[in-house]
């Protein structure tokens, strides 16, 4: 006998109900007062037990949202309660790993011994007790460096369509950032992609200092919703151990869509596009676990995949409500093969002035004003309509164009910091002012019009 027969031979009392009907993707338990998020195994006629979580309940039934194939469950068939908290095993040994939502590897490598245990679903710190952030963070990307500053503890969103280079902005972060340690979550990922975003975008480099975690699409929505909390929980652990660390989730709108899975199976009503009320609960609570405590930091990166280029579709404008910033990818410089396709004019840090110094602040705001001036005037300039010496910023941003583009992009390969951004920053900005400053020309003479 396994020791866990030996436990249920002597547990005769364990909490146990009987399936009375599976409704969709939920299985109906009666006699079964376990607790909402309890995990639960339930048998089955054919092949192993399939275990799920508590998500709800329904008259007198608990509602149950199996972990796997609801093939094989029939109605009598046993429940029993495993654990009522979640909670996983963590250690040192996961940096390098990649791992599922239970914690459990999946690359094909042994098992490492975790000698330490952590709660899925713990608080965020408490405000008062969060240290301000006052420390930038460098990515590796310049834009972000130089014009949309991160700080230490800092949160913000990737918000973007789909296929315009989220995945390899998010891989050139992961490798050439200063944190100490990376926390990977692929939440609701094609199973395709997750081979692509290792072995491509993170690399060996970035990979043996990160730990990844994924769910796949395929997988059941409680899955999906257990990695991103697993995920942010060993974010905590590494933080509480005094690191610095990087929490890149790729999206928190596949996290949204399968809670809103769960709460549709669990009884409640759609609302905002067929979001359900505890979409909006979830939110608040997974993004705030991150940011600075006492001992570390947790710099989270979260992607915002927004339907059909709408920025203002619900899950895009409820999270860029709790954030700290907003980085939006723009499909129009995609398009051109401008990457990373950062539009910085509708972007934001909002802790940017807090953590760079006057310098660099004047030389960030005299680069926005550059490409202010270029996009107001973008349709003139490409027809020729536009009258050189009209406008000393558009004559500036003309002449600077191509620069400023050599620092805007970035190829995967080049690593930066915030000390080179700053430098180059700094000389188009000076550049900028000695254009402002030179003597001004005239602008050419309009011809008088004649009868």
Request: glycine fraction near 8%.
């Amino acid at each position: 006998m396994s020791l866990s027969d030996h436990l249920d031979a002597i547990m005769p009392t364990a909490l146990c109900g009987t399936v009375i009907r599976t409704v969709g993707t939920t299985i109906a338990v009666a006699g079964f007062p376990a607790p909402v998020g309890a995990t639960v195994r339930i048998e089955r006629q054919t092949g192993d037990d399939v275990e799920g979580e508590v998500v709800g309940f329904r008259d007198d039934a608990t509602i149950v949202y199996p972990f796997g194939d609801l093939s094989g469950v029939r109605r009598g068939n046993r429940a029993r309660l495993v654990r009522t908290t979640r909670f996983v095993r963590v250690g040192p040994e996961l940096l390098g790993r990649v791992v599922n939502a239970r914690v459990e590897c999946v690359d094909d490598r042994p098992q490492p011994a975790l000698g330490e245990r952590v709660a899925v679903d713990r608080p965020p710190p408490r405000p008062i007790e969060r240290p301000r952030i006052d420390k930038p963070l460098s990515t590796g990307v310049r834009t972000i460096d130089g014009l949309l500053t991160c700080g230490q503890g800092q949160r913000l969103g990737i918000f973007s369509g789909s296929g315009v280079g989220k995945s390899v902005l998010l891989g050139m972060m992961s490798r050439y950032t200063a944190a100490d340690v990376n926390v990977i979550a692929l939440i609701g990922e094609r199973g395709r992609e997750m081979n692509d975003f290792i072995e491509r975008d993170l690399g060996p480099e970035g990979l043996a200092r990160s730990v990844v975690v994924i769910a796949t699409s395929d997988e059941p929505a409680v899955i999906r919703v257990r990695a991103a909390l697993v995920a942010t929980a060993v974010a905590e652990y590494f933080r509480d151990l005094g690191k610095n660390v990087l929490l890149l989730m790729d999206s928190v709108t596949r996290v949204a869509m399968a809670q809103r899975e769960i709460g549709l199976a669990a009884g409640e009503p759609p609302t905002t596009r067929g979001y359900t009320p505890s979409v909006f609960a979830l939110l608040p609570k997974l993004l705030e676990r991150a940011g600075r405590s006492a001992l570390g930091s947790i710099t989270a990166f979260y992607s915002v995949l927004v339907e059909g280029d709408d920025e203002n579709e619900p899950i895009a404008d409820a999270v860029r409500g709790i954030l700290d910033g907003h980085v939006w990818l723009s499909r129009r410089l995609a398009s051109k093969g401008h990457y990373p396709a950062i539009d910085v004019l509708t972007s934001i840090s909002r802790l940017a002035s807090d953590i760079t110094d006057q310098p660099h602040q004047h030389a960030a705001a005299a680069i926005r004003e550059l490409l202010s001036a270029y996009r107001e005037n973008e349709d003139l300039i490409s027809i020729g309509a536009y009258r050189r010496g009209s406008n000393v910023a558009v004559d500036a941003a003309i002449d600077l164009h191509d620069v400023l583009n050599a620092f805007l992009r970035q190829r995967i390969e080049d690593r930066s910091s915030v000390e080179q951004a700053v430098a180059e920053l700094t000389k188009i900005a000076q550049a900028y002012q000695q254009r402002k400053s030179a003597p001004r020309a005239a602008p050419p003479a309009i011809a008088a019009l004649t009868p």
